[in-house]
């Protein structure tokens, strides 16, 4: 018998929609407070992920999602890089 493989599902911190894992990117955060984006979704510490398109990471900017998700405050630079990956 085969194993059907399930698919990692993951929630967009901005949108609250339940993604497949590998449509989404990580933003993650040690317990120093550093934040980086998390491309093969295995770094350590807090994870939020978000889906990439510039009007979500522009929104997650705005509300602050990302810094109340991972509990630190998110650098500017993140924001640009993430827009900078972002697919629209």
Known sequence: MNKVKKTPLRTCVVTKEVCPKKSLIRVACTKE????????????????????????????????????????????EIYEELLKLAHD
């Open 33 to 76: 407070g550093l934040v980086s984006i998390d491309l093969v979704g295995k770094a350590p510490g807090r994870g939020a992920y978000l889906k990439l398109s510039k009007e979500v990471i522009l929104l997650a900017k705005k509300t602050k999602a990302l810094d109340k998700k991972l509990e630190a405050i998110v650098p500017d």
